[in-house]
């Protein structure tokens, strides 16, 4: 089954300790993101990668960082978690490739830094 | 990347068709229009994406005029299980990797 799969789905930690959430689709798509939800201000984009060691920041990505060394995986890394990191998290993928194409997302993963 | 206006909730009653209209006056020659669905504390799932004219899937219809300035998302029959949260997309090759999500038609179906 064409999925893309985010672990974990919830999380609570405290400020400052290092964390990862991981991301992996396995539809060999190209591109990945990373989203951030949050009442009132939407779907934001954290981070993108276009292709293996390829990343390339979003609209809000302070605070956060990526790593793309398989094609597969996209890692969302957060060094110094801070409780405005609060948030619903979505990684998504797509194969691109020359028009718009179909974006698959995953199941979320609602962070809550203390 | 064109901006998209579409209304901010609606309400219908269970097997009523919706047709939910988004604008995109700027919306330009390469770019397709897509609509996503997301349910409360899910991922958005992809509804249907269209250039032109009509498109219809198992899903849902898109209508889309011959000046591409607004768009139509119709949903025959809806039922419970379809209220949520739609959103109108625009754009091109970009927008594959880098979606922008309006503040999306809260969609609430009665019974």
């Known amino acids: 089954e064409a999925q893309v799969t985010q672990n974990p789905r919830y999380l609570i930690t405290v400020t400052g300790k290092k964390l990862t959430v991981t991301c992996s689709q396995n539809?060999?798509?190209?591109?990945m993101s990373w989203y951030r939800q949050d009442p009132g201000l939407g779907l934001r984009q954290i981070y993108y990668?276009?292709?293996?060691?390829?990343?390339d920041k979003g609209d809000v990505p302070e605070g956060y960082k990526v790593s793309r060394k398989e094609k597969r995986n996209f890692p969302l890394i957060l060094e110094s978690p801070s409780p405005n990191q609060t948030s619903l998290y979505f990684c998504a993928s797509s194969f691109g490739r020359g028009r718009a194409t179909e974006a698959f997302f995953g199941q979320g993963t609602r962070l809550t830094v203390v | 990347l064109a901006k998209t206006t579409q209304p901010i909730s609606m309400d219908s009653y269970e097997g009523q068709e919706v047709n939910i209209t988004c604008s995109h006056n700027n919306i330009a020659t390469n770019d397709y229009i897509t609509w996503y669905q997301q349910f409360p504390s899910q991922g958005p799932r992809f509804i249907i994406q269209g250039y032109k004219t009509k498109v219809t899937n198992e899903v849902a219809s898109l209508f889309i005029p011959a000046d591409r300035k607004s768009s139509t998302l119709s949903l025959p029959r809806v039922s419970l299980s379809d209220t949520a949260v739609y959103y109108c997309l625009v754009g091109g090759e970009d927008s594959s990797y880098k979606l922008i999500f309006g503040s999306g038609t809260r969609l609430l179906v009665r019974p």
């Open positions: 539809m060999n798509h190209e591109y």
């Open positions: 990668s276009m292709n293996v060691e390829v990343t």
